[in-house]
Structures are given as C-alpha cells and as structure tokens.
Nanobody, 121 residues
C-alpha cells in the first residue's frame, strides 16, 4: 500500500502564500503522475494542478500564474506553492498520486486525507 500525508494548510489573509506538501510512504516501486485537487463546501472536487513523471505540468485556469506544482522524486513528495491567494481558493486540498507497489506491480490511484486552506481577512 501507499500512504500519503499532506501538510502545510492553514489560515491566510488574501494576497498571502502557503506551501502544501504531500509525502508518500509504503512499498513504493514507482510513482507516476502527482496532482493536487480541492473541494470547497457544496462543490465538486476539482483538479488544481498536476505534474507528470517527466516534469510536465498543467494547471486549472483559475490558478495559473499563482500556483506552482513541483515534485522531489527522491523524497516521493509533491508540493504546491500557492501565492496571491484569494478567498475563492478556500477549500480542502487533497493530493493524489498514481503509483505502483512492489506487491501489485500495477498502477493505482492513492489519495491523501486532505488539508484545509482558508483564505480570509
């Protein structure tokens, strides 16, 4: 199994910054795409940003130019640097990794438990 642990959420004022981290542990053989999603109250979960194993990235239009996703393959960790935060960025943020374990030898999607980000004055 692969276990994901997120950190870095919290309360920040509009215009502020936060950096989220998500570290994977377990019997990991290989990790492919890593991504961040978010879910605001009463809304569906949406993709925020994703990064492939070759480092290519894609972002939701609403966060382009403000958020940056990156990964450290040696640490099995993905990051989300969030700048110029707005109240509408308030949500629970979840990381997702597509990974293969030594046991399964197939790719499955794994999710973190979520971390709350609140943007408010």
């Amino acid at each position: 199994q692969v276990h994901l642990v997120e950190s870095g959420g919290g309360l920040v004022q509009p215009g502020g910054s936060l950096r989220l981290s998500c570290a994977a542990s377990g019997s990991i053989f290989r990790l492919n795409t890593m991504a961040w999603y978010r879910q605001a109250p009463g809304k569906e979960r949406e993709l925020v940003a994703a990064i492939a194993s070759d480092g290519s990235t894609n972002y939701a239009d609403s966060v382009k130019g403000r958020f940056t996703i990156s990964r450290d393959n040696a640490k099995n960790t993905v990051y989300l640097q969030m700048n110029s935060l707005k109240p509408e960025d308030t949500a629970v943020y979840y990381c997702k990794m597509r990974g293969m374990t030594f046991v399964s030898r197939r790719y499955d999607d794994y999710w973190g438990q979520g971390t709350q980000v609140t943007v408010s004055s």
